[in-house]
């Protein structure tokens, strides 16, 4: 079974234009799937459909073997690592991590555990008292996966995560998320307008242009066939 399964799906936004056409894509389970196409061909759309930051206009969206198109983006097990990671300066690692587990009023006990353990995976351990502003650029990253995985996220969806950084930085950060996501197996949908993420990171590259999916590959072969 797909971990993210699209079928048909189509979004027109309010005054009638199609964003999105007609989109079939199966992302397997810890398939590390890159969405990529210029600014404005429909990959944050397509992403925070999938996430349910929007509504779907036509088709099917289904996480697992679940249809998911009415269910609120809290009921969908998916979680978004923002672009500028959304940490809260004041609260140390440990809290920042914990964070969806407090508001979920999980038991103290357990959400150390929780906590310890995701910090555990991404290496983290060590800081966990500090504060947000005193941690390099990877380990704040690190920080907001930590956050997706206490909740036990079915997939991780980014959107543009290193765009503001410099190409030191972001190069940086490339070679983080990519081990990272290998080392954890976690189902990982990627949106990017940059060729050199494109074909650096993923498993496979889904290749959309004006709101049409063209191409479907491993980077290898697209790189041989563009
Ligand atoms: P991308 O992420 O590839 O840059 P988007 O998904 O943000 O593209 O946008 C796809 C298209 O939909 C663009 O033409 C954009 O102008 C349009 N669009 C995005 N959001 C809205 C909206 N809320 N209302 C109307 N059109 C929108
Ligand atoms: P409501 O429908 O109550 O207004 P929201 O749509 O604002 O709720 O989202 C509420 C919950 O949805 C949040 O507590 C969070 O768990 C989840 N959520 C919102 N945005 C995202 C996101 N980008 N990624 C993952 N989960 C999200």
């Given at each position: 079974m797909a971990a993210i399964t699209?079928?048909?799906?189509?979004?027109?936004?309010?005054?009638?234009?199609?964003?999105?056409?007609?989109?079939?894509?199966?992302i397997a389970d810890g398939e590390f799937m890159i969405l990529v196409g210029p600014s404005g061909c429909g990959?944050?759309?397509l992403l925070r459909m999938i996430v349910g930051l929007e509504d779907i206009s036509g088709g099917e969206m289904l996480i697992g073997d679940e249809r998911v198109n009415e269910k609120a983006p809290r009921d969908r097990n998916l979680a978004m690592v923002f672009?500028?990671?959304?940490?809260?300066?004041?609260?140390t690692v440990f809290e920042n991590i914990a964070f969806p587990l407090r508001l979920a009023k999980t038991p103290d006990?357990?959400?150390?555990?929780r906590v310890n353990h995701a910090a555990e995976l991404l290496e983290l351990?060590?800081?966990?008292?500090?504060?947000?502003a005193n941690?390099?650029?990877?380990?704040?990253?690190?920080?907001?996966m930590g956050r997706a995985i206490v909740r036990n996220a079915q997939a991780f969806l980014f959107d543009e995560p290193l765009s503001n950084l410099d190409a030191k930085l972001r190069g940086q950060m490339r070679t983080e998320i990519s081990r990272l996501q290998k080392r954890l197996g976690i189902t990982t949908v990627y949106?990017?307008?940059?060729?050199?993420?494109?074909?650096?990171?993923g498993d496979r590259v889904a290749v959309l242009r004006a709101g049409v999916l063209q191409q479907v590959d491993s980077p290898r072969r697209l790189y041989q066939n563009p």
């Open positions: 699209m079928k048909n799906i189509v979004k027109t936004y309010g005054d009638g234009f199609q964003a999105v056409k007609d989109i079939n894509l199966e990959k944050s759309t672009q500028n990671y959304a940490l809260y300066p004041h609260l006990a357990e959400v150390k555990e351990t060590e800081h966990l008292e500090r504060k947000p941690l390099s650029g990877g380990q704040r990253q690190r920080v907001a949106v990017t307008h940059d060729q050199v993420e494109a074909m650096t990171l």
